[in-house]
């Protein structure tokens, strides 16, 4: 069964410091994945996804089919990174198939 | 261009009523996924639904049901509420391609007592 795991519910790292959100999936099929992220009082937006190869707002996450990962990594977290961030596997042909972890709320502190 | 919105913002219900939530998708999208969120939990997929005709569906019972509207708007229906359907419920529009973004709605938050 497809599922996804993010393993830290609560993620505190100081101002300044490199950040890790982990996350893995279950998968048999090729999957496609998703950061999704909610910062305080605002619903919930894209990050980024793998398809995309890209950066954004300093983050990026690599897919690792061995390993079954798509770990989210920023090298110097922010104040204003302080939010949930969930993972989310596609794993039907349209984005609405999607298969959320539970979510790791990151707060940076000054 | 107008974002998702939703209707109603919070919402309180018993045991065995039903309940009818809202949304108005993104101008121009076509497609409406509407998604379920226990309290600590991520968002669970509920329903898709593309050019009116429902395209995929989560692990619901049937008393969860869905329309969508000709300009794209959409219901979510729950009948014979349980208490376990006390939740945020989010739907998300996007244009109707797979691989374009969806955009969520701020949610609605339902209690059933």
């Known amino acids: 069964a497809q599922r996804v795991t993010q393993p830290e519910k609560l993620l505190s790292v100081f101002k300044g410091a490199p950040v890790e959100l982990k996350c893995n999936y279950s998968?048999?099929?090729?999957?496609?994945l998703f950061w999704y992220v909610q910062y305080s009082r605002q619903r919930l937006q894209l990050l980024l996804r793998?398809?995309s190869r890209e950066s954004i707002k300093g983050f990026t996450a690599d897919l690792n089919k061995g390993e079954t990962s798509f770990h989210l990594k920023k090298p110097f977290a922010q104040e204003e990174d302080s939010a949930m961030y969930y993972c989310?596997?596609?794993?039907?042909?349209?984005?609405?198939?999607?298969?959320f972890g539970k979510g790791t709320k990151l707060s940076v502190k000054p | 261009e107008t974002g998702v919105t939703q209707s109603p913002t919070h919402l309180i219900k018993t045991r065995g009523q039903q309940v009818t939530l809202r949304c108005s998708s993104q101008?121009?999208?076509?497609?409406v996924s509407w998604y379920q969120q226990a309290l600590g939990q991520g968002p669970q997929f509920i329903f898709q639904?593309?050019?009116?005709?429902?395209?995929g569906r989560g692990n619901f019972p049937p008393r969860f049901s869905g329309l969508q509207f000709p300009n794209y708007s959409s219901e979510l229906n729950v009948n014979a509420l349980e208490l376990d359907d006390s939740a945020l419920y989010l739907c998300?529009?996007?244009?109707?391609?797979?691989?374009?973004?969806?955009?969520f709605g701020p949610g609605t938050r339902l209690l059933v007592l």
């Open positions: 101008s121009g999208h076509n497609t």
């Open positions: 989310a596997l596609n794993y039907g042909g349209s984005q609405g198939n999607l298969i």
């Open positions: 998300a529009s996007s244009p109707g391609d797979s691989q374009e973004t969806q955009y």
């Open positions: 639904y593309y050019r009116e005709e429902e395209n």
């Open positions: 998968y048999s099929g090729s999957p496609e």
């Open positions: 793998h398809i």
